[in-house]
């Protein structure tokens, strides 16, 4: 699995958040600080399933309290997912 930039995580997520639960919107109205949480984007099924996105797109294993702490943007969450990765093993 190689590194990718953090661009390319954010871009990544952004991408799989737009086709798995936005995929009748305007990409634009997507931006990286947008609430996914907050503004009702992102449920706990879905928050789920992103997890298992995560998972097998970065190798990066996010426990419950990461979830309610760091995922309310793109931004947060290609944050966690660069430092869990970056993370010595």
Do not use: C, H
Not at 8 to 26: K, Q, S, T, W
Not at 68 to 81: D, H, K, L, R, S
């Amino acid at each position: 699995m190689s590194a990718a930039p953090t661009d390319d995580v954010r871009a990544r997520i952004r991408e799989y958040i737009l086709a798995e639960y936005l995929p009748d919107e305007d990409p634009a109205e997507l931006t990286y600080d947008t609430p996914l949480l907050t503004g009702g984007i992102l449920d706990s099924i879905s928050i789920f399933q992103l997890l298992g996105f995560i998972l097998q797109e970065w190798g990066v294993k996010l426990e419950a309290n990461e979830v309610a702490n760091n995922m309310n943007t793109v931004e947060e969450i290609a944050e966690i997912v660069r430092l869990k990765r970056d993370a010595p093993g």
